[in-house]
Nanobody
């Protein structure tokens, strides 16, 4: 299994970024996926999840209305569109493969079995 994130970078407050996660080594379309982040000096924070088919999503309160998770099962790719970025969004962003196809218990780390290497997002003027 391999999960490779891309799309991070430096952006000004109010700006946008689109993260991608290319998946391989498993049947992508049969597992839920999440984005998780880790800010400097802090622990892991679950950000968003999407079920296997892409029809159900969930977000942590701090990103609702600003971030959109999506997936393209034909391309084995997970996305996170991030708009209206704030300095507090600065973190390393990871994609993670859930053990099941649903988003139930998406913020329970025991629900995940594979993680990417992360991509840095820095929001600063």
């Amino acid at each position: 299994v391999q999960l490779v994130e891309s799309g991070g970078g430096l952006v000004q407050p109010g700006g946008s970024l689109r993260l991608s996660c290319a998946a391989s080594g498993f049947t992508f379309s049969t597992y839920a996926m999440s984005w998780v982040r880790q800010a400097p000096g802090k622990g892991l924070e679950w950000v968003s999840a999407i079920n296997s088919g892409g029809g159900r999503t969930s977000y942590t309160d701090s990103v609702k209305g600003r971030f959109t998770i999506s997936r393209d099962n034909a391309k084995n790719t997970l996305y996170l569109q991030m708009n209206s970025l704030k300095p507090e969004d600065t973190a390393v962003y990871y994609c993670a493969k859930k053990k099941t196809l649903t988003i139930v218990a998406a913020n329970d780390w025991d629900e995940y079995d594979y993680w990417g290497q992360g991509t840095q997002v820095t929001v600063s003027s």
